[in-house]
């Protein structure tokens, strides 16, 4: 400010004194509060009291309460069990297929090609082709239609459609209608599959 002087000792007072009021004892600063030691500091680890006044009067001596009560009887905690109960099941908890079984069922895994890793679900008459079927390859080398799966006798048989590119059955071309086991590998173009049979 303008209107301030600079006391060296005490700092900036007001410029209408002739000299510094702290030094010409003018004023007096108040004396700093006493310091506090950590040990003087209530804890406030027990229950309120009421005092006198109305006031709460922390009561240091007392435990601390870790499970305290509802005014039924019941633990805080319990009213928070009965909503989220984790340990029971639910009528409307179970899930339910929509569907019946259609028999034998299995999995198609990707062992090489660009879908590698992938799993596609296979059942009786899934047909596999370029543009359209069960399974769809979108793959130059795979004929539209290109191969049909069949169950016969409880087991899957793989049927070519006289692809130009052929199917072929652990690394043999196939000329009718194959039967396949489990693990058995079976490409169409530039993809590998192996055969997973779900059992019931």
């Known amino acids: 400010m303008a209107n301030e002087l600079f006391c060296p000792t005490h700092g900036p007072y007001d410029a209408s004194y002739d000299t510094c009021p702290y030094c010409s ?16 500091l209530p804890t406030d680890l027990g229950f309120n009291r009421p005092q006198a006044g109305g006031m709460p009067m922390v009561d240091t001596e007392a435990p601390t309460e870790l499970n305290p009560r509802h005014r039924k009887g019941k633990r805080f905690l319990d009213h928070d069990e009965e909503e989220t109960d984790m340990g029971r099941q639910l009528q409307e908890d179970i899930t339910e297929l929509d569907f019946e079984p259609t028999g034998l069922m299995g999995i198609l895994w990707v062992k090489d090609g660009r879908r590698r890793g992938k799993i596609y679900p296979i059942e009786d008459d899934t047909v596999i082709g370029r543009k359209s079927g069960g399974l769809i390859l979108d793959d130059p080398k795979v004929s539209n239609p290109h191969a049909k799966f ?6 899957f048989v793989v049927w070519d459609f006289g692809s130009r590119n052929g199917t072929y059955v652990n ?10 086991k489990e693990n058995d590998t079976i490409k169409m173009g530039d993809t590998t599959f192996v055969l997973k049979i779900l059992s019931d």
């Open 150 to 155: 069949k169950v016969e006798d409880d087991q």
């Open 25 to 40: 004892g003018e004023y007096k600063r108040p004396a700093p509060p006493p310091s506090l030691s950590e040990d003087d």
């Open 171 to 180: 690394g043999e071309r196939i000329r009718e209608a194959t039967i396949l």
